[in-house]
């Protein structure tokens, strides 16, 4: 697929911007927005409910982003569960855990506030949670090691650091994490979509992501993954009508009121949000049939072409970037610090480019569809707003 192509099929926007902040909420493809019309449209005419001529076609659509999330982490289809976004998943995460007393949880200084917060609140239970600080924006697998213990129930990570892009080595984290006998969650909303996961690989337990950001897809359709061992050994902190006993629920709907005790579904279901945002899952599908369509190790590897060319062309300009250079030390998000932040932001929007203020420098987020060209155009920006 020619990326001219997709440009000007797929992203409108490139004619008129240079947008450079998928790691923000990123534009939806044309053709997800099309789908999205289309459902509506039908949604006009019927209520899809049963009688609804397409209720068929519709509802296949949104099972399959299901498909396509799993073959994009590795994972199998009845491991991953809809959710409304990152945030939602990483709280169930959380309240899922079994806990002893003397439990801890291990996080660290890299993380989004949600991957965060949903441990600290932990503390009201008495659980230990310890934040691991990164060094020069790099968290070391040895300062993990030495945090993790026999009473460590779960390491939380982000796979890609949501604002400077550290590209943290989950198969080593995971080894570390089970040795130990605990658990590997992963913040996965900034690295589904602009690079290869592999759960199965990586040995990881849980892992949560939206889809607004890399999947190029709307707010309000995330997914949850569960390994497969955990599904029935686990029980969903919050319910929904799918979380029961499908025969409870049969029989409480058309014959009797049927629950008095409280059975779980089998499978994955039983985590699941029902009624859940079926526009925005049915935008997704169209957004990672694109993503898969360009295949994800041909977008991994462009935008890490884009990464290095722009970081290449900041450092020639003498900024100080608060990304790590090292080998496989980093991905998608690049940062630097400048001066008069927000004048530059100013600037830069003025001229049509956009991108982030995160953590005291620029955050710049190509995807797979931008181009050298359009790099080259910040640049040029960010010497005339200085000149
Ligand atoms: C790493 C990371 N995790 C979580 C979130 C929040 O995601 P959501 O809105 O899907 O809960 C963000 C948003 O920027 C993020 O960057």
Redesign the pocket.
Known sequence: MDIMNIRKREFPITESKVFLNH?AVSPIPARSAEAIKRFVEDKVKAQLTRDSDNLEYWWNKIINAKKLFSMLIGAKENEIAFIP????GLNLIAQMIPYKADSNVVTNTLE?I??VIVWLKLREKGIEVRIVKDIDGKISIDSLEKNIDNATAVVAI?QVC?YNGFRHDLKAISEIAHERGSLLAV?G??AVGNMKINVEKDEIDFLSA?SYKWLLGPSGA?FLYIREELIDELNPPILSEESIDPEAYRKCLYEEFALFDLKYSAGIGKYQVTHVNDLAYVGVEESMRLILDFGIENIEERIKLLDDYLIDRLLECGCKLQTPLGENEHHAIVNFKVKDIDRLLDFLSKNGIIVSKRVGGIRVSPHFYNTEEEIDRFIDALKMAYA
């Open positions: 790691a976004n990152t945030t939602f989004y949600s991957n982000g949501w913040d909303i900034q939206g995330g």
